[in-house]
T-cell receptor, first 114, second 112 residues
Framework: AQSVTQPDIHITVSEGASLELRCNYS??????LFWYVQSPGQGLQLLLK??????LVQGIKGFEAEFKRSQSSFNLRKPSVHWSDAAEYFC????????????FGTGTRLLVSP | DADVTQTPRNRITKTGKRIMLECSQT?????MYWYRQDPGLGLQLIYY???????NKGEISDGYSVSRQAQAKFSLSLESAIPNQTALYFC???????????FGPGTRLTVL
């Protein structure tokens, strides 16, 4: 069965510090992996995605993620966090066939301290 | 203008009332989805549609129905709302052969 685990419910990071949000997945075929961000009162915005090729993918707003097949992980990183990054982050896994059922993790809420 | 719009953005209703949430898109996508988000949970799929003639149940369709009035419009109905349907509802779209779903801003529904 497909599943996504985001083990950290909340993370607090100082502004300017680095960030890593963890995501582990279970998927029976080649996974298509996504990170979405949900700012307060907003919808979900795609940060980045991975389908194949280079395992380090770059996204918007200075985010990157690394796919590690051996660890079934797709962790999100940012070298220097800005106060505007405070939001909730969702990892999702799915395929690219048919209707593309996406399975979402429960989300990690990022708090940025001054 | 936003590519995926949802109306209303906020709605408070009472138990037993019928309510409709609407989604419109200008992306020209054929695939549309309705999700529900509860605090502390990820998004769960309610219904999805390949096109106006193809509608399918997702993992939590009980208590909900949908209508695909046109390629650009996909409505979600609660025939008789109950308090545990209080949640944030998202519509999403995806083009055929595309790899990404695009989400609307969400509708916050409260059932008293």
């Amino acid at each position: 069965a497909q599943s996504v685990t985001q083990p950290d419910i909340h993370i607090t990071v100082s502004e300017g510090a680095s960030l890593e949000l963890r995501c582990n997945y279970s998927y029976g075929a080649t996974p298509y992996l996504f990170w979405y961000v949900q700012s307060p009162g907003q919808g979900l915005q795609l940060l980045l995605k991975y389908f194949s090729g280079d395992t380090l993918v770059q996204g918007i707003k200075g985010f990157e993620a690394e796919f590690k097949r051996s660890q079934s992980s797709f962790n999100l990183r940012k070298p220097s966090v800005h106060w505007s990054d405070a939001a909730e982050y969702f990892c999702a896994v799915g395929g690219n066939t048919g209707f593309q059922k996406l399975v979402f993790g429960t989300g990690t809420r990022l708090l940025v301290s001054p | 203008d936003a590519d995926v719009t949802q109306t209303p953005r906020n709605r408070i209703t009472k138990t037993g009332k019928r309510i409709m949430l609407e989604c419109s898109q200008t992306k020209g996508h054929d695939r549309m989805y309705w999700y529900r988000q509860d605090p502390g949970l990820g998004l769960q799929l309610i219904y999805y549609s390949f096109d106006v003639k193809d509608i399918n149940k997702g993992e939590i369709s009980d208590g909900y129905s949908v209508s695909r009035q046109a390629q650009a419009k996909f409505s979600l109905s609660l025939e008789s709302a109950i308090p545990n349907q209080t949640a944030l509802y998202f519509c999403a779209t995806r083009g055929q052969g595309a790899d990404t779903q695009y989400f609307g801003p969400g509708t916050r529904l409260t059932v008293l």
